[in-house]
């Protein structure tokens, strides 16, 4: 078993920056792929950003490319989420989640893929 605890959501303006943390402990060997997925109310949990633990290769979501960076620290556990440039229709719970199957490009998107889910963390925009 894995365990996710997120960390660092929070209230900012349009425009700020928040950067948020995953911490993954348990088998934390067995992983292919950690990742983000938000879910706004009365919408549907929808892929954010994904990151490959091996090669370190990145996708993301058309709607936070250029604006987000997901990255890792594998000797921490940890991957984390930058999130820059942010806008009010980014408010949603964030969600870290992590894989242990394999999958490439945007067959990595889909929620299903992912075997853990963190407990969320809120993340604010004001306009």
């Keep these: ?31 292919f792929a950690m990742g983000w997925f938000r879910q706004a109310p009365g919408k549907e949990r929808e892929f954010v950003a994904r990151i490959n633990l091996i090669s370190g290769s990145t996708l993301y979501a058309e709607s936070v490319k ?3 960076t997901i990255s890792r620290d594998n000797p921490r556990n940890t991957q984390y989420l930058q999130m820059n440039s942010l806008k009010p229709e980014d408010t949603a719970v964030y969600y870290c989640a992590a894989t242990r199957d394999y999958c490439t490009g945007y067959g990595c998107s889909g929620a299903t893929k992912y075997n853990y889910w963190g407990q969320g963390t809120q993340v604010t925009v004001s306009s």
């Design 1 to 31: 078993q894995v365990q996710l605890v997120e960390s660092g959501g929070g209230l900012v303006q349009a425009g700020g920056s928040l950067r948020l943390s995953c911490a993954a402990s348990g088998r934390t060997s067995s992983l």
């Design 66 to 68: 250029g604006r987000f």
